[in-house]
């Protein structure tokens, strides 16, 4: 007897979100695909009014940059608007070797190499270095692209709880029997509540067992560290990770991403990464903008900027704390002695419905942010996860304040 076929579509009309969202659709309270009308900064225009920006990983406002902008522009002046090849064929210009060079030395190591875009570069380092014979430890906090890289390599995977050490360790010690080599991924800064893997840590056990270590930077470069090169400089551990990833998205104000570390292993993927050489290569602006967004941030202008991303980072956090509000510190002190502060200021609702509400409440008072909820994060963990910018001013923060001073009783009713 035939089988009856399932309709591959019903997927799209009953899973489980789907009630919700038509709710949220009826009452306006959508937080996602809204529309940006201007350039990204600290104010921004969306949909018909000027909103304070609290939702963008533009950490060093360099999108704004005349320097960078110029050099985006001067960029496709002389290469055009694409390349319209992969980086293993006619995709390579001069922007790529220099932008690689210059990527290589500010990460201390032997090489890197340039991806059309953070995603990519996670996909193919883990998928190419990782085969079917391999293990891969995982962090249960990483970021997608970490995820779906180990799946297309195909390895054992061994995931173990968030910031768990302990787990870590155990996941470590099964590792040893399943034969091939053994790849321990992290995020250095996790994307939604900004907290701070404990680099050297992780570290240290993946080297007691045999592992490599591999850290994604993509919040952590042009942020964290004196020279901005991530979490591993800012505690201290960048000679303990072998592999670092990082994404020109956030505060390198472009789109692309890379992978540094030893020259062989750099070479292999070169040659081996189906990411890199089945792809076209970044468009000529997107270059010319990342590669004079890294000479800003390695330049004395740098750690200028990054402490006055730090600075208005303290001043969100401790505001939004004076209100009442459930904010999730990172906890974490770097190789300097001082706490590690990123610029994502996570604060805690709870419950994804009123999570919602309260965001529109502050799009309503001019105020954009940005909102986790399930599976982003846990049932029952739904957060507004705001950010700030070195070009945030005082005034753009105390604006905002005074937006979430006025949502705080519908914040209150989330705690119960």
Not at 30 to 44: D, M, N, S, T
Not at 191 to 199: A, K, L
Request: glycine residues 12%; contains cysteine.
């Amino acid at each position: 007897m035939a089988q009856t076929v399932t309709d591959l579509f019903e997927k799209a009309r009953s899973h489980e979100r789907v009630e919700i969202l038509r709710a949220a659709r009826e009452q306006g309270v959508i937080p996602y695909y809204r529309v940006l009308e201007g350039e990204a900064g600290p104010v921004v225009r969306m949909e018909g009014a000027d909103r304070v920006m609290l939702g963008s990983n533009n950490y060093l406002g360099l999108t704004r940059d005349p320097r960078v902008k110029r050099a985006a522009m001067d960029a496709m002046e002389r290469y055009g608007t694409a390349l319209t090849g992969s980086r293993f064929l006619n995709g390579t210009i001069p922007l790529h070797v220099e932008l690689e060079r210059e990527i290589a030395d500010w990460m201390g190591t032997e090489d890197a190499l340039v991806f059309t875009t953070g995603y990519q570069a996670n996909l193919g380092a883990i998928g190419t270095l990782l085969g079917p014979t391999d293990t891969v430890i995982c962090d249960s906090g990483d970021h997608a692209s970490i995820m779906d890289g180990v799946a297309m390599s195909h390895a054992k995977v061994r995931p173990f709880r968030h910031n768990r050490l302990d787990k870590l360790a155990t996941m470590l010690e099964r590792a040893e029997s399943d034969g091939g080599g053994v790849l321990v991924v992290v995020d250095g800064v996790f994307s939604m509540e900004g907290d701070v893997c404990d680099v050297p840590a992780v570290a240290s056990l993946a080297r007691q067992h045999g592992a490599r270590l591999m850290v994604d930077e993509a919040h952590g470069v042009g942020v964290l560290g004196a020279r901005g090169a991530g979490a591993c400089e800012a505690l201290g551990a960048e000679a303990e990770v072998d592999l670092r990833m990082g994404t020109f998205s956030k505060s390198l104000a472009s789109c692309g991403g890379f992978i540094a570390g030893a020259a062989d292993v750099i070479d292999f993927l070169r040659t081996q990464s189906r990411t890199y050489m089945f792809t076209a290569a970044s468009v000529p602006a997107a270059l010319g903008a990342a590669l004079e967004a890294v000479r800003i941030c390695r330049s004395a202008e740098g750690p200028e900027l990054l402490d006055r991303l730090r600075a208005n980072a303290l001043y969100l956090e401790r505001g939004l704390s004076d209100l009442g509000f459930r904010v999730i510190e990172t906890g974490t002190v770097g190789a300097d002695g001082d706490a590690v502060v990123t610029p994502v200021v996570p604060v805690l609702i709870g419950d994804d419905w009123q999570a919602a509400l309260v965001w529109k409440a502050l799009w309503d008072a001019g105020v954009y942010v940005n909102v986790a909820l399930y599976p982003a994060v846990e049932r029952g963990g739904a957060l507004l996860r705001t950010s700030v910018m070195a070009t945030h001013d005082r005034d753009h923060l105390d604006r905002a304040l005074e937006a979430f001073d006025g949502v705080r009783g519908l914040a209150e009713a989330a705690a119960g």
